[in-house]
C-alpha cells in the first residue's frame, strides 16, 4: 500500500528530445506528488510537485501528468539537455514522502 | 547559506564504533526528516519530527538508531555499534506545513569498515 513504483529504470534520451518517466501508486491518502531531481553525491532537489485536484502541471521544461483514477503520474522532460542527466525520483506523501525506485536519465548531444 | 545544511559531508568509522550526523533545517521549518539511501536506491523514510516531537519511526531504525530534535531546531541521528549495513547516505530534509515542499541537504556519506 505504501509502495510507488517507478519506471522505466534507465532512459537514454537524444538531445532535444522528450524524456518520460512514469510513476504508480496504490495509497488512495496519497494527496502530494513530488518529483526530485538527484546528481551523484549530492542530495535530491525539488524539481515539481501536484496535488491530486489537477490533472496538470507545468514548469518550464517540465511536466507533470496526474491521473487520478488509474492512480498514475508521470514526468515529462521537453527538450532534454544533456544538463538533464540525472537521476529522477518520484515520491508521493501524506504525511512523509515515500519515493520509487528511480529513473538514470542520460541525454546524449 | 539557508539551506538544509548537513555535518559531517563523509564519515568513515570501524565497524562496532558509534556516529552521530547533525542537521540544521531551513529556519522556521517545523517538520524535518530523515532518509537513508543506498546506491542505486530511492530514499528509504528512516523518522520524522514535527517541532521536537518525534511523530513516526520506520521499522528500518532499530534500535541502534536513535534522532533527537531538542528544542525543535537542529537534529541529531546518532548510530551506536554500526554495523558494515550501516553504510550508506544519510540524508536530512526539512518543511514546512504537512505536505508541502520537502528540501534535502546534501547528506553524509557513512562507510563502516
Known amino acids: 500500500q505504501q509502495q510507488v513504483k517507478q519506471s522505466p529504470q534507465s532512459l537514454i534520451v537524444q538531445k532535444g528530445g522528450i524524456s518520460i518517466i512514469n510513476c504508480a501508486y496504490e495509497?488512495?491518502?496519497?494527496?502530494?506528488f513530488p518529483w526530485y531531481q538527484q546528481f551523484p553525491g549530492k542530495g535530491p532537489a525539488l524539481l515539481i510537485a501536484i496535488r491530486p485536484d489537477v490533472s496538470e502541471k507545468k514548469e518550464g521544461r517540465f511536466t507533470i501528468s496526474f491521473n487520478k483514477s488509474a492512480k498514475q503520474f508521470s514526468l515529462h522532460i521537453m527538450d532534454s539537455q544533456p544538463g538533464d542527466s540525472a537521476t529522477y525520483f518520484c515520491?508521493?506523501?501524506?504525511?512523509?514522502?515515500?519515493f520509487g525506485t528511480g529513473t538514470r536519465l542520460q541525454v546524449f548531444p | 547559506d539557508t539551506g538544509v545544511s548537513q555535518n559531517p559531508r563523509h564519515k568513515i568509522t570501524k565497524r562496532g564504533q558509534n556516529v552521530t550526523f547533525r542537521c540544521d533545517p531551513i529556519s522556521e521549518h517545523n517538520r524535518l526528516y530523515w532518509y537513508r539511501q543506498t546506491l542505486g536506491q530511492g530514499p528509504e523514510f528512516l523518522t520524522y519530527?514535527?517541532?521536537?516531537?518525534?511523530?513516526?519511526k520506520s521499522r528500518l531504525l532499530s534500535d541502534r538508531f536513535s534522532a533527537e530534535r531538542p528544542k525543535g531546531s537542529f537534529s541529531t541521528l546518532e548510530i551506536q555499534r554500526t554495523e558494515q549495513g550501516d553504510s550508506a547516505m544519510y540524508l536530512c530534509a526539512s518543511g514546512g506545513h504537512m505536505n508541502t515542499e520537502a528540501f534535502f541537504g546534501q547528506g553524509t556519506r557513512l562507510t563502516v569498515v
Open positions: 515520491a508521493a506523501s501524506t504525511d512523509k514522502l515515500i
Open positions: 519530527f514535527q517541532n521536537e516531537a518525534q511523530l513516526e
Open positions: 495509497n488512495t491518502a496519497f494527496d502530494y
